[in-house]
């Protein structure tokens, strides 16, 4: 790398890294200026939440450059990088379930009135301020139990821009987040750039790094390749510099001949979550329901796959009734539910990845009783490969992965029960250019093999691309239901934002 100029924040340069026998990055780097948005991309698993977790000194380099403010710093823990004046707000969210929300956002430095008596009114008082300046509404008293994931991360970004930090580092911060959210999330950023503050943003959508960032570097294989202006350089160049080869963003469904209906849910109701939703699904069918965060839509999939109850109403698979909070019984009729909270919901970390995969599977071929660690293996094995799971070993744990291969292994593991139905929430929420497409197209495939399939995504170009029918959610209502042809983003908005009223057609 060239000479960092002298008023770069953070320099990192030929960085590495090994865990056991993974090398995660070989030669890690990155020069952030001040009053900067510098753009971290690269495939699942290039190395980029290494090299943060080595700045916010949750991991220790094994031999490489690291300057922060013109010192060479080596920090042992996340207090050190803290003290230094780095915030990071990580890819998962970490905050305490049973501790308030006012009480996360000031863990460990909570405002004093004498002594030791906490100062809760003004601990209320500034968490109000932080949410108004974020523009969201959240009550600070409040468990952090039960919120959405988009809650946590306003929660996880409160918290790092309340800090006063030289260095602000997001790790895919708008995974959960969309369209408002994200905006003033990006307010919110540019306007800690413009007091001179530097910030590193890693994120796998490109129309967020063309919006937000000023420069970006890009990581390969554990290694730097390349940093440009973000004006100077284009998708199609960066994407060459991720993968080495040329790939297409989106893969649009290949037309499927439309089969018998598959799922009939009727009049379903849950009071406070969502109101007499009814659709039908047919098989060889890709239904997109769209929709702004928080509007119901994983509310709506998690009652018909039957993880939460609901007050009224119908859910039928091929004519059958299918009983409510029963998710065994949904999965025995040939329901696959791949849940928007892969870590919570859709993974157990702790076990290995072949067991991941083949955990359904194997709850799913209960008469068979029994699967024996080859075949287990053997049936991870197909997926994982066809999903591009990179990994050393499939006997490795699922926590050691990087955020978007966890991701595709939850995938793998519900393909692998061969449905009838696949519900997916986000299904590539993390997941890279690269693999996305090849997400979308198995989708299509699958649904040309005569599965239906229910999408729930918070990309537009993804419901557009991929779905037959939009089904789109506002204030848990069907306020549309619009043909392939007639979906547009401007009908699609439109219904998203329509409060209230529900309408037939659209
Ligand atoms: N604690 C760990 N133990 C073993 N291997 C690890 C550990 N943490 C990361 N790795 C490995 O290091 C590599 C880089 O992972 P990292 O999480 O940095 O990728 P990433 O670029 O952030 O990917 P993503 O876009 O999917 O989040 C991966 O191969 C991962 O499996
Ligand atoms: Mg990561």
């Known amino acids: 790398m060239s000479e960092p100029a002298p008023e770069a924040v953070l320099v990192l340069d030929e960085v590495r890294k090994t865990f056991g026998a993974t090398a995660a990055l070989t030669s890690g780097g990155i020069t952030v200026e001040a009053g900067s948005i510098h753009a971290l991309v690269g495939e699942n698993g290039a190395g980029k939440s290494t090299l943060v977790k080595i700045v916010a000194g949750v991991h220790r380099r094994d031999g490489g450059t690291f300057r922060f403010q013109g010192r060479d710093v080596d920090f042992t823990s996340t207090a050190d990088a803290k003290a230094a004046g780095i915030a990071v707000i990580y890819q998962e969210p970490t905050l305490f379930p049973d501790l308030s929300v006012a009480e996360n956002l000031f863990m460990g430095r909570q405002p004093r009135k004498s002594a030791h008596r906490i100062d809760r009114a003004a601990m209320y008082e500034h968490s109000e301020l932080l949410f108004q300046r974020l523009g969201v509404h959240l009550d600070p008293r409040r468990f952090a139990r039960g919120l959405s994931i988009a809650d946590q991360q306003i929660i996880?970004?409160?918290?790092?821009?309340?800090?006063?930090?030289?260095?602000?580092?997001?790790?895919?911060?708008?995974?959960?987040?969309?369209?408002?959210?994200?905006?003033?999330?990006?307010?919110?950023?540019?306007?800690?750039?413009?007091?001179?503050?530097?910030?590193?943003?890693?994120?796998?959508?490109?129309?967020?790094?063309?919006?937000l960032c000023d420069t970006v570097t890009v990581m390969r294989d554990g290694a730097y390749v390349a940093t440009q202006a973000v004006a100077e350089t284009s998708r199609d160049e960066i994407v060459a510099q991720m993968v080495g080869r040329e790939v297409a963003e989106l893969f649009p469904k290949t037309p499927a001949p439309i089969g018998d209906t598959v799922l009939r849910v009727e009049g379903l109701h849950s009071t406070g979550k969502f109101h007499d939703v009814s659709f039908e699904v047919r098989a060889g069918e890709i239904v997109g329901i769209a929709g702004l965060v928080g509007a119901g839509r994983s509310e709506i999939a998690?009652?018909?796959?039957?993880?939460?109850?609901?007050?009224?109403?119908?859910?039928?698979?091929?004519?059958?009734?299918?009983?409510?909070?029963?998710?065994?019984?949904?999965?025995?009729?040939?329901?696959?539910?791949?849940?928007?909270?892969?870590?919570?919901?859709?993974?157990?970390?702790?076990?290995?990845?072949?067991?991941n995969i083949a955990s359904v599977l194997r709850r799913g071929l209960a008469r068979a009783g029994f699967l024996s660690p080859r075949s287990e293996l053997r049936a991870a094995d197909a997926w994982a490969q066809r999903l591009q799971v990179k990994t050393h070993a499939l006997d490795m744990p699922a926590t050691t992965m990087s955020g978007g291969n966890q991701q595709k292994v939850v995938l793998a593991k519900w393909l692998a029960t061969e449905p009838s139905l696949l519900i997916v929430d986000e299904p590539t929420r993390g997941i890279d250019v690269g693999t996305k497409a090849e997400v979308h197209r198995l989708?299509?495939?699958?649904?040309?093999?005569?599965?239906?399939?229910?999408?729930?995504?918070?990309?537009?170009?993804?419901?557009?691309?991929?779905?037959?029918?939009?089904?789109?959610?506002?204030?848990?209502?069907?306020?549309?239901?619009?043909?392939?042809?007639?979906?547009?983003?401007?009908?699609?908005?439109?219904?998203?934002?329509?409060?209230?009223?529900?309408?037939?057609?659209?």
């Open 156 to 211: 996880e970004i409160a918290k790092a821009i309340s800090l006063d930090t030289a260095l602000l580092i997001m790790d895919e911060p708008t995974a959960a987040l969309s369209g408002v959210e994200v905006d003033r999330l990006f307010a919110v950023a540019r306007a800690l750039r413009d007091e001179g503050r530097a910030l590193v943003f890693i994120s796998h959508r490109f129309e967020e790094i063309f919006a």
């Open 302 to 355: 998690r009652a018909v796959f039957g993880v939460d109850g609901y007050d009224s109403g119908s859910v039928h698979l091929h004519g059958e009734a299918v009983p409510m909070r029963d998710p065994q019984a949904s999965i025995k009729a040939g329901m696959a539910f791949v849940p928007e909270d892969r870590r919570l919901q859709g993974l157990v970390t702790e076990s290995s990845i072949a067991r």
């Open 443 to 506: 989708l299509s495939d699958l649904a040309g093999q005569g599965m239906a399939v229910v999408m729930i995504s918070s990309e537009l170009a993804e419901v557009l691309g991929m779905a037959d029918r939009v089904l789109v959610v506002c204030e848990g209502r069907i306020t549309a239901d619009i043909d392939r042809d007639r979906a547009t983003p401007e009908t699609v908005m439109r219904a998203a934002t329509q409060t209230h009223r529900p309408e037939a057609g659209a």
